[in-house]
């Protein structure tokens, strides 16, 4: 079991660019979520699937957030336009059923 | 008021002696309540889930689930330096987001020899 795996591991990109974050799941789970992580706002949900459907987007900042599942073993996390308030630890987790989160090694973000 | 609340620290513990780590949360229907584990600059790792009111052990941790009073904690017993990282309190809430798990902002614990 390879866990969740994320790419790119970081990532530095200036204020107005196109940022995409990867993800693919642990085999066989059914739930992927995106997490964002900052000291101060701590471990957000912004968006999660089921079965590669999008269930509940609230947690979404705005519009230049947008994520997608095209299928059951990779999902993507795009932020376009970037702006440095958007630099952040970003997480992706899966699980299956009711089994407990498995967290990738996050990808971190810094926009300058 | 925040969903998951957690004291953010720091807790400062003497090696050895029992640390307690606590969390409230707002949703009555919440089902399924988990602690994980924060290193600096590492992902979250799971420690313990609880779902039923009570005690949960294993190993030097205790899992405590007070549904009525909306309460989870966690006791780690005969802390040790490795313990000292950021406990974060997750809970599962029910309804059409069944699965929607939501996360505290963390206990910084530290461990002092």
């Known amino acids: 079991d390879a866990g969740v795996i994320q790419s790119p591991r970081h990532e530095v990109t200036e204020m107005g660019q196109e940022v995409t974050l990867r993800c693919k799941p642990i085999?066989?789970?059914?739930?992927l979520f995106w997490y964002r992580q900052t000291m101060m706002r701590g471990l957000e949900l912004l968006i999660y699937?089921?079965?590669?459907?999008?269930?509940?987007d609230s947690g979404m900042p705005e519009d230049r957030f947008s994520a997608k599942m095209p299928n059951a073993s990779f999902s993507t996390l795009k932020i376009q336009p970037s702006e440095p308030r958007d630099s952040a630890v970003y997480f992706c987790?899966?699980?299956?059923?009711?089994?407990?989160?498995?967290f990738g090694n996050g990808t971190r973000l810094t926009v300058t | 008021q925040k969903e998951v609340e957690q004291n953010s620290g720091p807790l400062s513990v003497p090696e050895g002696a029992i640390a307690s780590l606590n969390c409230t949360y707002s949703?009555?229907?919440?089902?399924?309540f988990f602690w994980y584990r924060q290193y600096s600059g590492k992902s979250p790792e799971l420690i313990m889930f609880?779902?039923?009111?009570g005690d949960k052990e294993d190993g030097r941790f205790t899992a405590q689930l007070n549904k009525a009073s909306q309460y989870v904690s966690l006791l780690i017993r005969d802390s040790q330096p490795s313990d000292s990282a950021t406990y974060l309190c997750?809970?599962?809430?029910?309804?059409?987001?069944?699965?929607?798990?939501?996360f505290g902002s963390g206990t910084r614990l530290s461990i002092r020899p």
């Open positions: 699937f089921n079965n590669n459907v999008p269930i509940d």
């Open positions: 609880i779902y039923s009111n």
């Open positions: 949703d009555r229907g919440s089902q399924s």
């Open positions: 085999s066989g789970h059914d739930y």
């Open positions: 987790a899966s699980s299956s059923g009711d089994s407990p989160l498995h």
């Open positions: 997750a809970v599962k809430r029910v309804g059409s987001s069944a699965s929607k798990i939501i």
